[in-house]
């Protein structure tokens, strides 16, 4: 990360490239006992937050990831009622989820209760359903609060993490995805961030592995873009033990909330993953 004249660059690393916004001003700094927060006002993004000086997200695009991590796996589960998200303390996940009137129960778990704090003060908007009475924040360590629950707890697991280094890089392994597999129900679904399909296709191949290894019969990548994370296009993958390509159409149609992004044929496009991809987990997984 360099702060160079009114630039924030965010390099990124083995691939020789970088992203860019031009700010108007940093809002905020501050070193917390898990991470650095950082807040700037862009010129074109609205807000940015950062996080160890890896881009989180900014007012004007997390509309894509937020609703690609939440509409898809609803949508695929039959019937969810208790959902449960690991990290995402920006809460814009928590806001969509709580979109799907037949959610009951939707607990947040980030580590770091600073995230939700600035995010309040500087994206309220994605903040608008924290006092749902639907919704519970919670503050500690996800792999802990896995652990910690008790078997068929949640219909759908929705892992919003940073990337996997520093306190996210536990909510990458097999030990977490077999404690999440024991705490779904039977028709239970997770889904977390996996990162870009050209420049970590190691990563998200080894997530389908490990998830597989867990427990898990099926796994599914969604991909979408997201200009603001390296490379610009970003996937999610959902693991489960049914049809996860198969997801309730008709519901989607008819869905009585706004989506920004997400429709049905969105939902239909983002499965549709390229040859080399395709390739490289048909031999790897
Ligand atoms: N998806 C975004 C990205 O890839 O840039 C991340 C958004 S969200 C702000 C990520 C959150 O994960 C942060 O608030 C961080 O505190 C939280 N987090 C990291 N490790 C965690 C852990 N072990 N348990 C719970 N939350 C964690």
């Known amino acids: 990360m360099s702060l160079?004249?009114?630039?924030?660059?965010?390099?990124?690393l083995g691939t020789g490239s970088a992203f860019s916004f031009r700010i108007r001003q940093k809002l905020h700094e501050e070193q917390t006992p898990y991470q650095k927060i950082e807040i700037f006002e862009t010129e074109k993004f609205g807000n940015l937050m950062t996080i160890d000086g890896f881009v989180m997200l900014t007012s004007w695009d997390n509309f894509l990831y937020h609703e690609m991590m939440t509409h898809p796996?609803?949508?695929?589960?039959?019937?969810?009622?208790?959902?449960?998200i690991i990290g995402g303390g920006d809460c814009g996940t928590l806001r969509e989820v709580l979109k799907h009137p037949d959610i009951r129960l939707a607990q947040q778990v980030d580590i770091d209760e600073r995230v939700t704090r600035l995010s309040e003060q500087y994206f309220p908007e994605l903040c608008e359903s924290n006092h749902d009475p639907r919704a519970e924040l919670h503050f500690g360590d996800g792999i802990k609060w896995v652990k910690d629950a008790g078997t068929d707890s949640y219909d759908v697991i929705i892992v919003d993490s940073t990337d996997p280094i520093g306190p996210g890089e536990v909510l990458f392994t097999k030990a977490f995805y077999q404690n999440c597999h024991r705490i779904l129900a039977e028709d239970g679904l997770l889904v977390q961030q996996s990162e870009s399909p050209l420049y970590?296709?190691?990563?998200?191949?080894?997530?389908?592995?490990?998830?597989?290894?867990?427990?898990?019969?099926?796994?599914?990548?969604?991909?979408?873009?997201?200009?603001?994370?390296?490379?610009?296009?970003w996937s999610a993958t959902m693991t489960g033990n049914a049809n996860l390509s198969a997801f309730?159409?008709?519901?989607?149609?008819?869905?009585?909330?706004?989506?920004?992004?997400?429709?049905?044929?969105?939902?239909?496009?983002?499965?549709?993953?390229?040859?080399f991809v395709e390739k490289h987990l048909q031999e790897n997984i």
């Open 4 to 12: 160079e004249g009114n630039w924030f660059t965010e390099e990124h």
């Open 73 to 84: 796996v609803l949508f695929t589960h039959p019937a969810p009622h208790r959902v449960l």
């Open 200 to 233: 970590h296709l190691e990563l998200l191949t080894r997530m389908h592995k490990d998830m597989r290894s867990a427990g898990f019969a099926k796994t599914q990548t969604l991909n979408f873009p997201q200009p603001v994370y390296p490379s610009g296009w």
């Open 248 to 275: 309730r159409q008709r519901d989607v149609e008819t869905k009585t909330f706004d989506t920004h992004y997400y429709n049905q044929r969105i939902h239909s496009g983002a499965l549709a993953l390229p040859n």
